[in-house]
């Protein structure tokens, strides 16, 4: 499943029909400046934009994370798909067919499981709220009824009834799917003698992707057996992965889409986002229970930078809330947070107080530092002075971790207020940092200032020739004869260039491996003088790079002819030597 399984023409079609901008556009909020477009990075946390999308090269570039591509690598990163399947959204977003016949049996095959694992899931969802909607009696059904959960949101939410153990595998045998594939999408199990439904007998919550297509379920027991869990997931298909899937979120997605999506409420069970959608409140997302990972957070970033937590009030509620806070901080999002009062979770409170209220709460949320603050307080005894020294020392670290130096003033002023220590104090005892300072080896210092010009210079040569300032290569075509990344760019630019072919910087990255560290970024990225200084530059540098070249070549000639044993061979390094020197001399 690699980049060489579809065809350069193919790959280029595809990026022409998905112009960057407008994919780009779908994620996150775009601001043109001057040729380029700017935004704050969906992949490390920032206030200042600096993710910037070059339209005419057609790829991305993060001046803080050092994250960059063309429109493919970027669904990959935002989505956390492969490449096959980046291309298979772009084909869809395009009206373009994936190619049927690709050089990799590999993604053959996985693009097969795929599509099976989805018409089996399709297949068991219709059948679990066949279930539901024929059998009003089912402990199910009268759950549901108990919850007040109405017959739209039963719908909306495509939930369902596992009702035995047996039904289901047999309906979808009838269908045509085999054993291997239902095991395979996570709906059916293997016993001692035969397969069964792997939920048996519960509500069947389905779990939908971003793009509305089912993907899991959650399956909780309705019976008063306390030897049974409560829920019983998914595990890890081809495609679920419960690291990135929330609850509830293709539907705040269509928001976005929309336009009318600005805060999204984070709550932690089904019943919590249900309840929430059935009183109006759309923009209700889920973390299923689990702890929210770095990948969620991502996910809500794309859509909002701002986010309302209103997680359950026990005790590991409260703990989720402490670990959800430094996960969607983390990501740069702005987090409020709402402690529910005479209610144990979302969904109670709105049976008790009613809608007004919930948003009223929702309304008044308590700034996510402001809250650790205050409620971190409560676990030391602040008139010990050893207990009050390890919650300024916590208080600090976190205001320090995830506030602006504007924030911080307002977060020491809070804080004073609750130890009773001058903020002069606080503020120097922040700022105050040990800098450890590690020197290399000197093994370890490999560059001397020729390799580093050299590398300076050829990274210019390899932008002019990207860029098309620079067509004619007998010049320099003798200054890449290595295996190294650079030179292995110039036979690929040299191969478009001498063939007339048609590339521009988006190609590069269906063709190497490019990070913030490749030696390709920075020509990529590389800034040129002004146009009446380039040309003089340019000539320069080419014969500086070849005459450093040929006097490194010339020292190590001489070096083995020193370490040589024999006449025979200092004579043949000395010949050598003279012909390397009547090239510098020409050179010059």
Same mark, same amino acid.
């Given at each position: ?10 790959l280029e079609e595809l990026k022409s029909r998905n112009e960057i901008v407008d994919v780009a556009s779908k994620y996150m909020t775009l601001n043109r400046r001057g040729a380029n477009f700017w935004a704050c990075c969906p992949f490390h946390m920032e206030k200042t934009p600096s993710f910037s999308i070059k339209q005419d090269g057609q790829f991305y570039k993060c001046f803080g994370c050092g994250e960059s591509g063309n429109?493919?690598?970027? %669904? ?100 045509? =799917? ?77 928001? #976005? ?14 019943? *919590? ?17 689990? &702890? ?7 996910? @809500?970033?794309?859509?909002? *930078?701002?986010?309302?937590? +209103? ?31 005479? &209610?144990?979770?979302? *969904? ?19 700034? +996510? ?17 050893? *207990? ?48 450890? %300072?590690?020197?290399? &080896? ?27 300032? @620079? ?8 200054? =890449? ?46 800034? =040129? ?28 000639? #001489? ?21 390397? #020197? ?6 010059k």
């Amino acid at each position: 499943m690699t980049r060489g399984s579809f065809s350069p023409e193919f790959l280029e079609e595809l990026k022409s029909r998905n112009e960057i901008v407008d994919v780009a556009s779908k994620y996150m909020t775009l601001n043109r400046r001057g040729a380029n477009f700017w935004a704050c990075c969906p992949f490390h946390m920032e206030k200042t934009p600096s993710f910037s999308i070059k339209q005419d090269g057609q790829f991305y570039k993060c001046f803080g994370c050092g994250e960059s591509g063309n429109v493919i690598g970027l %669904v990959m990163k935002l989505e956390n798909v492969d490449f096959p399947t980046a291309v298979e959204m772009l084909c869809k977003n395009a009206g373009m067919q994936m190619p049927n016949e690709v050089d990799n049996e590999e993604m053959r095959r996985k693009k097969h499981e795929r599509e099976r694992a989805y018409q089996i899931l399709k297949a068991t969802t219709d059948f679990y709220h066949n279930n539901l909607l024929q059998n009003p009696q089912s402990a199910q059904a009268q759950y549901l009824k108990k919850r007040g959960i109405n017959d739209a949101m039963i719908k909306k939410f495509q939930i369902g009834a596992s009702l035995n153990y047996k039904d289901l595998p047999k309906h979808l045998l009838n269908l045509g =799917f085999k054993t291997t594939e239902m095991i395979s999408a996570g709906v059916a199990g293997k016993g001692d003698n035969d397969i069964y439904d792997f939920y048996g007998s519960r509500l069947m919550f389905p779990i939908f992707n971003g793009f509305g297509d089912v993907v899991a379920y959650s399956g909780r027991s309705v019976e008063e057996n306390p030897d049974r869990t409560k829920y019983k997931n998914t595990p890890q298909t081809i495609v679920f992965n419960k690291s990135e899937i929330l609850f509830g979120y293709n539907f705040v997605r269509d928001l #976005k889409k929309a336009h009318m999506l600005d805060t999204i409420i984070v709550v932690e069970g089904h019943i *919590d986002v249900i309840a929430c959608h059935q009183y109006g409140l759309d923009n209700t997302i889920g973390c299923m229970g689990t &702890a929210l990972t770095s990948l969620h957070a991502r996910k @809500i970033k794309q859509l909002v *930078d701002h986010v309302i937590l +209103c997680l359950d009030g026990d005790s590991a509620g409260a703990l989720a809330t402490y670990k959800a806070i430094d996960t969607l901080k983390e990501v740069g999002l702005d987090v409020k947070v709402v402690r529910l009062v005479g &209610a144990k979770d979302p *969904d109670e409170f709105l049976k008790k107080f009613g809608k007004e209220k919930f948003v009223e709460l929702l309304s008044n949320g308590q700034d +996510c530092v402001d809250f650790v603050l205050k409620d971190s307080a409560q676990k030391y005894n602040l008139n010990s002075n050893a *207990d009050r020294n390890k919650y300024i020392q916590e208080a600090l670290n976190y205001i320090s971790k995830f506030s602006t130096q504007a924030e911080q003033e307002i977060y020491l002023s809070e804080l004073q207020k609750i130890v009773r220590v001058p903020i002069d104090a606080l503020r120097k005892s922040m700022n105050t940092t040990d800098v450890v %300072v590690v020197s290399k &080896a000197e093994d370890e210092i490999t560059d001397t200032a020729q390799n580093n010009y050299i590398t300076e210079s050829k990274i210019m040569l390899l932008a002019s020739m990207l860029y098309k300032k @620079i067509t004619n290569l007998n010049e320099i075509s003798g200054l =890449f004869v290595g295996d190294d990344e650079l030179s292995k760019l110039y036979v690929f630019l040299s191969d478009k260039i001498e063939n007339n072919k048609v590339y521009n910087v988006s190609t590069l990255f269906d063709n190497f491996e490019i990070d913030s560290k490749s030696l390709i970024d920075r020509v990529i990225n590389y800034v =040129f003088p002004a146009d009446d200084v380039y040309e003089n530059f340019l000539k320069d540098t080419i014969k500086r790079v070849k005459l450093l070249e040929l006097q490194q070549l010339y020292d190590t000639v #001489k070096r083995k002819m020193l370490d040589s044993t024999t006449d025979e061979d200092r004579y043949t390094y000395l010949n050598q030597l003279n012909k390397l #020197k009547n090239k510098i001399n020409k050179e010059k």
